[in-house]
Nanobody, 126 residues
Framework: QVQLVESGGGSVQAGGSLRLSCAASGLSGSNYCMGWFRQAPGKEREAVAILDTDGSFDYADSMQGRLTISQENAQNSLHLQMTNLLPEDTAVYYC????????????????????WGQGTQVTVSS
């Protein structure tokens, strides 16, 4: 059974930083797209960062220059370093993973991700 567990959320003041982590277990095979999504109250879930199987990455325009996505231990750990946080970054942040196959590239579309964590709250105060 696949399990994704996020950690590292919390409350910070505007301009602060947080590092989110995601521990994955139960994945079989290789070539998984990995990503971080967020959902603010009253808004739809949106992608903030994805990591493709070739090591390339993509970030949401709203957070460009303020994010670094990384992994360690192959697919077991995924991290998201967030800097210069703004009040509008307040949301529940989710770790997600999905098989690359049958596509050739990863996408920021949430429909491409099969496995989801429970989420971790990030609150940024002004």
């Amino acid at each position: 059974q696949v399990q994704l567990v996020e950690s590292g959320g919390g409350s910070v003041q505007a301009g602060g930083s947080l590092r989110l982590s995601c521990a994955a277990s139960g994945l079989s095979g290789s070539n998984y797209c990995m990503g971080w999504f967020r959902q603010a109250p009253g808004k739809e879930r949106e992608a903030v960062a994805i990591l493709d199987t070739d090591g390339s990455f993509d970030y949401a325009d709203s957070m460009q220059g303020r994010l670094t996505i990384s992994q360690e231990n192959a697919q077991n750990s995924l991290h998201l370093q967030m800097t210069n946080l703004l009040p509008e970054d307040t949301a529940v942040y989710y770790c997600a993973m999905g098989a690359l196959f049958p596509f050739n590239y990863c996408s920021m579309s949430s429909s491409r991700y099969t496995y989801w964590g429970q989420g971790t709250q990030v609150t940024v105060s002004s």
